[in-house]
């Protein structure tokens, strides 16, 4: 199973010191992925129902733009993977966002990693123009539009959203025939739009019991559509925000190990910190100890 780890991009490490500094260590060390988040505005408005049950972020918490910093880091990076967990569908225009991505991947000589979802910040959303009761609905048009213009010399798409006839659209993505497309998020929509639309699941936020119990449902999903669940790849965010590794080394192996039995091939150790040296801290122990140890699982 491979490692990967989330870039600095909030708070007092939101730097281009810091990003400079992380990439470069994370490439020495051979972290196999490095990943951003997404989120463009903070309204100042809390209301509605939250995932976690608390307004997740203080509205004026610097926090890097995810696109630009994918763009950073493809040329700061030479060998790991850069993914998103999760772009938000809806955040930006679909032509604009796939040029973006097409671009990162270019960039990158190929190591995008498309991870998307359609969010559940009705306030964040709205303030983009995102209809919200019908963001799934958009997203799905979205990612056909991500395809036809990576893949089509003569790209047409005709929907309720959005139309293409015949645009131009160069580079193409370096990765054919477009970069892995993974989906976050596990509502019965979610694992349609996974199993329909995308190469892969990323979860987020999840016990290996839960990920596991979660499993069924999209291997059932799979089975609807008449998909073999063997071609979707599997992918988790794991985060360490709350957690010391210097006192929790073995509690990680263990859940990563978990993780590794249950087939996801990739997990992303989100361990973003107030300072770069704690992070660096983080990014030793992960890579000394907790990866061999988990290799060995």
Request: net charge negative.
């Amino acid at each position: 199973m491979d490692i990967g780890c989330h870039l600095p991009t909030q708070g007092p490490v939101a730097t281009r010191e810091s990003l400079l500094t992380f990439c470069g260590e994370a490439e020495a060390r051979e972290v196999a992925s490095l990943w951003v988040s997404d989120h463009v505005v903070f309204p100042r408005t809390k209301t509605g129902d939250y995932p976690s049950g608390r307004f997740p972020f203080e509205s004026d918490l610097a926090y890097m733009e995810p696109v630009a910093m994918l763009a950073a880091a493809a040329v700061l990076t030479e060998r790991a993977r850069l993914g998103c967990s999760v772009f938000i569908l809806g955040h930006r225009h679909p032509i604009v966002m796939a040029k973006m991505l097409s671009t990162i991947d270019v960039l990158s000589n190929g190591r995008l990693i498309c991870g998307v979802g359609v969010g559940w910040w009705e306030e964040e959303l709205s303030l983009l123009g995102v209809p919200f009761k019908q963001r799934g609905k958009q997203a799905d048009e979205m990612l056909h539009v991500f395809k036809t213009l990576w893949t089509s010399d003569h790209p047409h798409f005709e929907g309720e959203f959005y139309k293409l006839d015949d645009v131009g659209f160069a580079p193409k993505p370096i990765q054919k025939p477009h970069p892995p497309i993974v989906v976050g998020g596990d509502s019965p929509g979610a694992f349609r739009r996974t199993v329909t639309l995308a190469d892969g699941w990323h979860a987020t936020a999840k016990t290996p019991e839960q990920a596991e119990e979660a499993l069924g449902r999209l291997r059932a999903a799979a089975e609807k559509v008449g998909r073999p669940f063997e071609s979707i790849e599997l992918s988790v965010r794991v985060n360490l925000k709350g957690e010391s590794l210097a006192t929790s080394r073995q509690l990680l192996v263990d859940r990563l190990a978990a993780f590794k039995a249950l087939g996801f091939s990739e997990v992303v150790l989100d361990f973003r910190r107030d300072t770069l040296d704690e992070m660096l801290a983080d990014l030793e122990i992960v890579t000394s100890e907790v990866r061999p140890a988990v290799d060995r699982a």
